[in-house]
């Protein structure tokens, strides 16, 4: 039985007039063959014509349809591209967000290397300090006029950062000997023109200096010879006009009542004198609650890391006193993170109290002669190194 040819069915189709012939690019010819061609009402011309099942773009539809008008022809190009530009910003967006994941993981990856040695954490004290000075600036400086006229800023860097590190490998000396290496916070007032020595050397005992050759008044040493520090940021503002916040590592600490006879040698890093109390029969029950005129006394340069000086004028202000609180508070939130390690404060009354010689009944039975307090006592304290 002879079959008609593909070919020759084709050209049968393709001879009839008013109908439609779809052409599926996906099909293979069998299904071809038994496609039956849809009908639909031919065009006025009596021409065929085709219905494509291919997917067509925004351009092929444009040619197809040459009478579309051109606010529409213009509107699907500015959606195209507008989603266009959409992907694109999505996707950069993406990979910004992922290489800032990536950078901060590095980041605080090596911060921990950094946390593992005494320079690596003096750095980054030295850093988030300057970032400090910037932050407080900005909240308390910038937006008020009455303030900007004040200084308020690191006290050095590249000497702080070695500061930093002596304070820190001293504070592992004394771990190593069960000395509680407690880093805390308090003030220091100074004179404008000590400010260059301090930069350089940092604050330092008259025998640090006289050792050191380096010049500074002296200004009285009613619990010896001594880096004279303070708690509160107002009672001793009057001794110079420039005021440091400084960390203070205490070490092995005495109290000392009313004052010390330079005579006594005393086994302590660091007095805590007031000059309110007396000697005689001093217990933890006498011993002020309040410690705003408490004295440290640090009796190395190495247990004192000069921060930040400011003028002490700006306290004269509620906000520049304020500035200069949550300045220290924030220090404070610096050292415990960095340098305490979770060490814990050591309460002033817990500390032992140290009774001069003249008030010793041992001492005078050995015979030593009394001891003349000196002319300003009962005065606030003088700062013995400036």
């Known amino acids: 039985m002879n079959t008609p040819s593909r070919s020759k069915r084709r050209q049968r189709r ?73 992907e694109l ?14 950078a901060s993981s590095c980041g605080r990856r090596a911060e921990k290397e950094m946390t593992k040695s005494s320079d690596g954490k003096a750095v980054l004290a030295v850093q988030e300090i300057i970032a400090l000075v910037t932050t407080a600036k900005q909240k308390f400086i910038t937006s008020n006029p009455s303030l900007q006229r004040y200084c308020v800023e690191a006290v050095t860097i590249d000497d702080m950062v070695y500061f930093a590190k002596n304070m820190l490998d001293l504070q592992e000396e004394f771990m190593q000997k069960q000395i509680n290496g ?7 007032y100074t004179d404008q023109r000590n400010m260059a020595n301090i930069r350089t050397h940092g604050l330092m005992t008259a025998a640090e200096r006289q050792t050191s050759n380096v010049r500074a008044a002296p200004k009285g040493a009613v619990f010896g010879d001594g880096i004279y520090t303070a708690n509160n940021g107002t009672h001793f503002r009057h001794f110079g006009d420039v005021g440091l916040i400084v960390g203070r590592l205490h070490g092995k600490a005495v109290r000392a009542a009313g004052f010390l006879d330079p005579r006594q040698t005393v086994d302590a890093n660091t ?14 029950h006498q011993w002020p609650n309040d410690c705003k005129q408490h004295e440290y006394v640090l009796r190395s340069s190495k247990q004192c890391l000069p921060m930040i000086r400011f003028d ?13 609180r949550f300045i220290k508070r924030s220090l404070q939130q610096i050292l415990d993170r960095l340098f305490n390690n979770g060490l814990q404060r050591v309460d002033v009354k817990n500390v ?13 039975l050995a015979g030593m002669p009394p001891f003349i307090p000196p002319p300003n006592f009962g005065m606030p304290f003088n700062p013995a190194v400036s």
Do not use: W
Request: some cysteine; charged content about 35%.
């Open 14 to 86: 393709f001879q009839k007039n008013n109908e439609v012939i779809v052409i599926d690019s996906d099909s293979d010819a069998e299904e071809e063959d038994n496609r039956k061609p849809a009908a639909k009402p031919s065009s006025a011309k009596n021409h065929p014509f085709c219905i494509s099942l291919l997917e067509s773009t925004d351009e092929e539809n444009e040619r197809r349809s040459p009478n579309l008008p051109s606010s529409k022809r213009n509107k699907r190009k500015l959606d195209r591209r507008e989603a266009e530009d959409r």
């Open 89 to 102: 910003a999505e996707r950069l967006q993406k990979e910004e967000k992922m290489a800032a994941r990536k």
């Open 182 to 188: 407690y880093i805390d916070t308090g003030y220091h």
């Open 271 to 284: 007095i805590i004198g007031d000059k309110r109390m007396s000697g005689i029969g001093m217990n933890n």
């Open 312 to 324: 002490q004028a700006i306290r004269n202000h509620k906000d520049g006193k304020e500035c200069i």
């Open 352 to 364: 032992p109290s140290f009774t001069p010689p003249q008030f010793s009944a041992t001492a005078a």
